[in-house]
T-cell receptor, first 110, second 116 residues
Framework: GQSLEQPSEVTAVEGAIVQINCTYQTSGFYGLSWYQQHDGGAPTFLSYNALDGLEETGRFSSFLSRSDSYGYLLLQELQMKDSASYFCAGSTSGGFKTIFGAGTRLFVKA | EAGVTQFPSHSVIEKGQTVTLRCDPISGHDNLYWYRRVMGKEIKFLLHFVKESKQDESGMPNNRFLAERTGGTYSTLKVQPAELEDSGVYFC??????????????FGEGSRLTVL
C-alpha cells in the first residue's frame, strides 16, 4: 500500500526551530511536497522536493532522501502564525496523484 | 485570479438523504481532484479528473459516491444515500497539466459534511 507517516503533534516556542519528519512507503514515488493548513482553511502548498537534498524558501526548508524514504520540513524563527497543521504528501503516477499523510499539528507558544 | 471554490461550505443531512457537493477549479486547470478528510486522519484521495475524463477513481469508497465533470469545467460529487461514516471535510483541488510534476495542488476551503 501507499502511506506516509508523520508525528501527530509538535509544540515549540516562538523564535525556535522545529523539524517535522515524514517517512513514506509509496510505489512509483515521484516527489515529496508539504502543505500548510490553518483551521477551517484550504491546504496551501509550501514546497516540493523531487531530488535528494535541501530546498530553502525563506524561513521554511524541506529535505528529501530517496534512499531512506524520508523527508522533513524545517521551520525557522517560528512565529505564532505558524501554528497550523502540516501535511507531507507523496506524488506518484508521474506526479499526477498525490497521497497525503495524516498531518502534524504544530503549536507555537509565546 | 479566482481560486478553487467549493459549495456548500457546510452541509448537515440525515442518514439516507442525498447531498451534492460542487467544485469550481481554477480556470484553465485540466486536473481536478477530490479528497476527503475525516477528523485527525489523512487527507484521503478519492479521484482525479483530467478535463472531463476520470483518470483515477481508485479512492472512491463505494458506489454511493458519484463524481462528474461535465464539459471539463466544474465538478460535482454526489453521495446517495449518505451514511454516518461519510461525514468529513471534502476538499477539491486543481492543477495545470504542467504543474502535476511539481506537486503543487491548489485547494478549495472544503465542504464539511455532517451526516446525522
Amino acid at each position: 500500500g501507499q502511506s506516509l507517516e508523520q508525528p501527530s503533534e509538535v509544540t515549540a516556542v516562538e523564535g525556535a526551530i522545529v523539524q517535522i519528519n515524514c517517512t513514506y512507503q509509496t510505489s512509483g514515488f515521484y516527489g515529496l511536497s508539504w502543505y500548510q493548513q490553518h483551521d477551517g482553511g484550504a491546504p496551501t502548498f509550501l514546497s516540493y522536493n523531487a531530488l535528494d537534498g535541501l530546498e530553502e524558501t525563506g524561513r521554511f526548508s524541506s529535505f528529501l532522501s530517496r534512499s531512506d524514504s524520508y523527508g522533513y520540513l524545517l521551520l525557522q524563527e517560528l512565529q505564532m502564525k505558524d501554528s497550523a497543521s502540516y501535511f507531507c504528501a507523496g506524488s506518484t503516477s508521474g506526479g499526477f496523484k498525490t497521497i497525503f499523510g495524516a498531518g502534524t499539528r504544530l503549536f507555537v507558544k509565546a | 485570479e479566482a481560486g478553487v471554490t467549493q459549495f456548500p461550505s457546510h452541509s448537515v443531512i440525515e442518514k439516507g438523504q442525498t447531498v451534492t457537493l460542487r467544485c469550481d477549479p481554477i480556470s484553465g486547470h485540466d486536473n481536478l481532484y477530490w479528497y476527503r478528510r475525516v477528523m485527525g486522519k489523512e487527507i484521503k484521495f478519492l479521484l482525479h479528473f483530467v478535463k472531463e475524463s476520470k483518470q483515477d477513481e481508485s479512492g472512491m469508497p463505494n458506489n454511493r459516491f458519484l463524481a462528474e465533470r461535465t464539459g471539463g469545467t466544474y465538478s460535482t460529487l454526489k453521495v446517495q444515500p449518505a451514511e454516518l461514516e461519510d461525514s468529513g471535510v471534502y476538499f477539491c483541488a486543481s492543477s495545470n497539466t504542467g504543474q502535476g510534476g511539481t506537486g503543487e495542488l491548489f485547494f478549495g476551503e472544503g465542504s464539511r459534511l455532517t451526516v446525522l
